[in-house]
């Protein structure tokens, strides 16, 4: 019993080596394989690069682009101040707070103007009230003489509006003449078009509407200088007919004369002080944003004195910024690519991954030189900051797009590579393998650079390879992309043509 189970583990060791045995050279025949396939690879067939990394050259279209460095600055900021110097009596707003144009503000005190205003309005009543009490009666010959210039007053009035009448109805009847003869016109150059008719019957056609409209426009000079002349008609006999009351009231001239101008004086107190009063009310000059605030409630404000922070004395209540735009300094070089009307790219140092866009809205007229540096202020709107992210101050840089290049040769900057001081390209040898050719290039915008000369459409490049395999194939040192940086950094050079 004891034998049997001795042999029985003996028999089923053997069979677990000769299971072992078994898998272990299953494993030994397929990393051979696995070894042989691989020599076959490597030995036998191109290599990866040759194929999986090999693009071919092509003409595209590139993007002429000038960068610069910018700023976020608002459009307008201006420090909001009361005309009089004055207490703070209610503070509408905190600073980060949008306005509208016309939004109260702040309310400066105003208890001391209400009451001079209701008393300068008394005086004006009374004012009034005398001079209403003067407009009385007058002799009788003086009346008749004054009831005659009326008349005659009148009877201008009468002749300078059927002026007027006849002026209206030449206005109606050129503008219906030049209707008719810019129809007949713009059929005539139709027809010229399709050759029914020679240039010069449209000539004529064009002219006479060209003489149409310098009639109109004589006609319209005549209507205007008739409506003139009804209105000083009309204003003289005003005048007459006031005189011509007064007459009537029985009052002297001179005593009516110096009521109406006491009337006047207690209605200019009377603005003046209503004006005061209103100005008590500061409001936004225009759209924007509290930028900084400067005097609280129960604060004097007094425009006088230069304002820093809070206090119980300042020269101005709030700062308003309005809209946004950017300012990048551009230099000299590149104005004579610049228009107004131009895309502008924005990216901005704490939104990196962030891209807005604007138009050119203006191109300063004038340098600034700093340290013989010269640059020109280009402004730009901003177009797409709905969530408002952009603050003022913020730098950014800015792209300005301006124009392309149609149908030339192109490459992915990361294409370029530099060997030893000389600029090209790696391009496949007869066997497959990346040999260096150099070129010439060009412009770079985006991820595109353009080759001057050195390669021709369809030839084949090789996108990128390794620090590896550029030292496998005896490019060791090699740098790829534009300006010579290493495979992983990937960076540009500064533009070329």
Not at 311 to 324: D, Q, R, Y
């Amino acid at each position: 019993m004891l034998k049997q189970k001795l042999d029985n583990k003996t028999v089923g060791a053997k069979g677990s080596s000769k299971v072992r045995f078994l898998i272990l050279g299953g494993i030994l025949s397929l990393g051979a394989g696995l070894t042989f396939a691989g020599y076959q690879y490597l030995g036998n067939s191109p290599p990866a690069e040759s194929t999986a990394s090999l693009i071919s050259v092509s003409k595209d279209a590139l993007d002429l682009s000038i960068t610069a460095s910018g700023t976020i600055r608002p459009i307008q900021e201006v420090k909001i101040s009361p005309k009089q110097t004055g207490l703070v009596k209610r503070l509408y707003v905190q600073q980060g707070q949008r306005v509208k144009k016309g939004d109260l503000i702040a309310l400066m005190d105003d208890s001391n103007l209400i009451g001079q205003v209701e008393s300068a309005r008394s005086a004006m009543e009374l004012a009034q009230a005398n001079y209403d009490k003067l407009l009385r009666g007058n002799r009788p010959q003086e009346i008749k003489e004054a009831e005659a210039q009326v008349d005659k007053a009148e009877d201008g009035v009468t002749f300078a509006t059927k002026a007027y009448n006849r002026a209206v109805s030449m206005v109606r009847s050129k503008k219906a003449e030049l209707l008719r003869d810019k129809v007949n016109a713009q059929r005539m150059v139709k027809l010229a078009r399709e050759g029914a008719v020679s240039d010069q019957d449209r000539l004529n056609a064009v002219t006479v509407e060209s003489v149409a409209s310098i009639s109109l426009d004589q006609a319209k000079q005549e209507l205007s200088q008739a409506e003139s002349s009804v209105e000083q008609a009309r204003a003289e006999l005003e005048t007459l007919k006031q005189r011509l009351s007064l007459l009537q009231a029985g009052s002297r001239e001179e005593d009516i004369r110096a009521a109406r101008h006491a009337v006047s004086q207690a209605r200019g107190q009377l603005k003046f002080l209503s004006s005061q009063l209103n100005d008590c009310r500061i409001k936004a000059p225009f759209n924007g944003v509290i930028s900084q605030k400067y005097a609280d409630e129960g604060a004097i404000v007094a425009p006088t004195t230069a304002a820093a922070t809070t206090s119980a004395t300042s020269s101005s209540i709030v700062a308003l910024a309005g809209e946004l735009e950017m300012v990048a300094s551009v230099s000299e070089t590149d104005m004579a690519h610049l228009r107004v009307g131009q895309t502008t790219r924005i990216i901005a140092n704490a939104y990196p991954d962030r891209q807005f866009t604007g138009k050119v809205v203006l191109i300063a007229p004038a340098a600034v030189v700093t340290q013989n540096v010269t640059t020109f202020e280009v402004h730009s709107t901003i177009e797409d900051d709905r969530e408002g992210l952009l603050m003022s101050g913020m730098n950014v840089k800015a792209e300005f797009l301006a124009g392309q290049l149609p149908d030339v040769l192109t490459v992915p900057a990361v294409c370029i590579i530099s060997e030893k001081g000389k600029t090209g390209v790696l391009v496949p040898d007869e066997n497959g393998n990346p040999q260096f050719k150099k070129v010439r290039i060009g412009r770079t915008a985006g991820n595109k650079t353009r080759i001057l000369s050195g390669l021709k459409d369809g030839d084949q490049v090789f996108l990128s390879l390794t620090e590896e395999q550029l030292a496998e194939h005896g490019y060791e040192g090699a740098k790829w992309g534009r300006g010579g940086k290493s495979v992983r950094r990937k960076m540009g050079l500064p533009r070329g043509r």
